[in-house]
């Protein structure tokens, strides 16, 4: 890596991802933006536009973690002002800056005629950026997992009710950590793709998954059929509750694997059988 630092301004720096990302690139100039204000972290929303400008002004490179769950419905902001709009006012505000270049992480599956919503904006926020003039990269990952991990942690937490919903969905799980370098390997240039998609090296289901992690506490785990479970979470999104809806049900079919994974051109792997032996779950 270049010996001179550099300015990178991470949005949602501070989050899941990001604070990997921010770890991997703390040899440079890293800030944060978001909520609150501490050393290093630029207050602001990614809605507005002038709070953009003045963080990106002077940076190098500008990174977009930013992103709404796909696993419950969103209360504070909608898929389409985060991913869109959002991403409208990043291009803007990118106009006056003198990046060389911009990171954005989208979704596998991300598509702009998808009938779920947060896949739907995702793929109108790549287009977005594609269509532009900005230089940039745009990765397209699977499940991210680490310890921290919404899914890991709920499964860690019930594996002692030796039971989980029968979630058929494919996943491609892949490493936080490894998905943090791959990010730093943007910003040195040896990835320069426009868009990739990235994917660790084991297929599995949502509830294989899950099964894995209630095995490590030394707990089986018994699979509840979702024809039980499908009724009564469409009365909870009839009724608005517990963050469910209709997408959040047609996510439980979705796969989020990929036939052209292009991690695995530029780094090894981590299985995540492997991760989990020592995990410290």
Not at 1 to 28: P, S, T, W, Y
Not at 130 to 140: G, K, M, N, P, V
Not at 221 to 240: E, H, K, T, V, W
């Amino acid at each position: 890596m270049n010996n001179n630092k550099l300015q990178i301004l991470v949005l949602g720096g501070r989050g899941f991802l990001g604070k990997a990302a921010c770890h991997e690139l703390r040899d440079h100039d890293v800030f944060t933006f978001g909520r609150g204000a501490e050393k290093n972290h630029v207050q602001g929303n990614i809605l507005s536009l002038n709070d953009l400008k003045a963080a990106i002004a002077n940076k190098d490179y500008l990174i977009n973690l930013v992103g709404l769950s796909p696993l419950k419905k969103p209360t504070s902001a909608t898929y389409e002002e985060i991913h869109v709009l959002g991403v409208k006012n990043l291009l803007l505000a990118c106009k006056d800056a003198k990046l060389r270049k911009l990171i954005h992480i989208s979704a596998l599956g991300a598509n702009k005629a998808s009938d779920i919503e947060y896949l739907k904006t995702k793929g109108i926020s790549e287009d977005l950026i594609l269509e532009s003039d900005i230089s940039a990269t745009i990765f397209c990952p699977s499940f991210i997992f680490d310890k921290d991990n919404e899914l890991i942690k709920y499964s860690s937490k019930f594996a002692y009710g030796i039971m989980f919903p029968d979630i058929p969905a494919k996943i491609q799980p892949i490493f936080r950590g490894d998905m943090a370098k791959l990010v730093s390997l943007a910003i040195e240039g040896i990835i320069t793709e426009k868009r990739i998609e990235v994917a660790g090296p084991e297929v599995m289901t949502v509830f294989s998954l899950a099964s894995k992690v209630f095995n490590k506490k030394g707990m089986p785990c018994i699979p509840i059929s979702l024809y039980f479970l499908i009724p009564g979470m469409r009365i909870a999104a009839f009724f608005n509750m517990f963050g469910l809806s209709e997408d959040q049900i047609r996510m439980l079919y979705t796969d989020s694997i990929t036939d052209s994974n292009g991690a695995g051109k530029y780094i090894s792997l981590t299985r995540f059988d492997d991760w989990l032996k020592n995990a410290p779950i």
